[in-house]
């Protein structure tokens, strides 16, 4: 059978025996976990289906080796391939630092629309963490992908544009700001925030989760965060109303959960001690850009660091989705092929389940679990396991595709 694109027609994936599917190998240890993860998601899809189904790999530049071999950081053929073939597998891309390039994963986030940046962080038994009950943390956190500060409206201190705005906010709006003040905009809509709670809501729904937690800042922030908690409970009356039941109401109103979602809200600053502290309270969790950031890495830090921890952008309306790692190109473990490629396998893993392969997803992820409990690790963990055995990363693909 031929390659051909996978499909998605009104948010249904349709995935040919042979899909093609772009990958940006990225930078720094980006090539090394990524074709790590590529041969595991391989060797897996052929034993999950015989052979009757394979994934025939499209590489696309972007970042270093873009510039290098056509002088772009981003070609338009690159995002033109990652909108078209609709499903793609990415390494981490370096921002390029100078010149007023801002960081490709946002540019790209931004030009597809992926709204949703979902990092579930679950711990792998075996794997060596700094809290005593790494077992009680399993969350997906949705996160707001396209605004907040990350929009990228700001102008930097003593700027002409600065100073416009700053003329402008004393003139009609009577506020004062220092001459020596950077200024950046913090936006957050209502279409942004409805289309993202909707998703994380029916992800919670469709995999039998327990409950959504909003966590926000609207107490200082009301026009942004609160809006974004105050929309996000009004979305879920309006859109999943007998499915759901507000914490608030189970407390004042005295209402059964009986098999509902329990939608929650906290405060960001809070929400780090109660992961912490908690961390069986929380499930789904929904979240403006910016606290999404930092709790994410907070949340991977838990089940054992961000080389562990994988993710996705994705547009549910288009189907567009693009798999990533977490964490980023590392630049100092570039070519020593020490990288944990973990991260990356289980961004695979995501992909496969996304376009319905879930034999093939579990076969990678009760084989990472193996290597794991086997105590065959790459170096970043074998530093913290006893009687461990330090592996690279190659060798760490290698004892996955091995444990199969
Ligand atoms: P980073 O690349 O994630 O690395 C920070 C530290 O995390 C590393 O020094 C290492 O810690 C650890 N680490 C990350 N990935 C690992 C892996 N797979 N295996 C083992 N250890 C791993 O963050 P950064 O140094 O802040 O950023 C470097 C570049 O990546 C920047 O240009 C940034 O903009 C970019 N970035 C890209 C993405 C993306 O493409 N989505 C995301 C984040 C950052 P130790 O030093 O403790 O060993």
């Not at 922030?221 to 759901?244: D, H, N, Q, S």
């Not at 973990?342 to 997803?361: D, Q, R």
Request: include cysteine; charged fraction near 25%.
């Amino acid at each position: 059978m031929d390659a051909a694109p996978i499909e998605v027609f009104e948010g249904e994936v349709k995935t040919p025996d042979r899909p093609i599917i772009p990958v940006i190998l990225g930078d720094g240890i980006g090539p090394e976990v990524i074709s790590v993860a590529r041969r595991v998601i391989d060797s897996a899809v052929n034993k999950a289906y015989g052979g009757g189904r394979a994934i025939c790999w499209k590489e696309v530049l972007a970042g270093e080796s873009a510039f290098k071999a056509k002088g772009e950081w981003l070609p338009r053929e690159t995002l033109e391939a990652l909108r078209d073939y609709k499903v793609s597998l990415k390494g981490p891309l370096t921002t390029p630092v100078g010149g007023g390039i801002r960081s490709l994963n946002v540019t790209i986030r931004k030009k597809l629309d992926l709204y949703a940046c979902i990092r579930p962080c679950k711990w792998i038994p075996g794997v060596p963490t700094p809290v005593k009950r790494p077992e009680a943390l399993d969350v997906v956190i949705f996160r707001e992908n396209t605004e907040d500060v990350y929009a990228g409206v700001e102008w930097a201190a003593g700027s002409e544009e600065a100073l416009k705005v700053r003329r402008f906010l004393k003139e009609f709006m009577g506020v004062s700001i220092g001459e020596d003040a950077g200024l950046g905009l913090k936006v957050i809509s209502r279409r942004a925030t409805e289309r993202l709670v909707r998703a994380a809501i029916k992800y919670a729904i469709k995999n039998g989760r327990r409950s959504v937690t909003v966590v926000h800042k609207g107490n200082i922030m009301k026009y942004t965060e609160g809006a974004f908690v105050k929309w996000a409970y009004e979305l879920a009356e309006r859109e999943f109303g007998p499915l759901i039941v507000a914490e608030r109401d189970l407390i004042d109103k005295n209402l059964p959960a009986e098999g509902k979602i329990i939608l929650k809200d906290r405060m960001a600053d809070s929400m780090f001690q109660q992961i912490l502290l908690k961390p069986e309270e929380y499930d789904v969790i929904v979240t403006p850009n910016l606290n999404g950031d930092y709790l994410s890495d907070a949340c991977a830090a838990q089940i054992g660091g961000i080389g562990l921890a994988p993710g996705a952008n994705i547009n549910f309306e288009t189907g567009v989705a693009v798999f990533e790692p977490t964490h980023g190109s590392a630049p100092k473990y570039a070519g020593l092929d020490r990288a944990n490629p973990t991260a990356a396998i289980l961004s695979g893993v995501m992909m496969l389940e996304y376009i319905g392969w879930a034999n093939a997803a579990v076969l990678v992820r009760k084989a990472l679990e193996r290597t794991i409990a086997q105590k065959k690790v790459t170096v970043d963990l074998a530093r913290l396991m006893d009687g461990s055995e330090a592996l690279t990363c190659s060798e760490f693909g290698k004892a996955v595709i091995n444990n199969l």
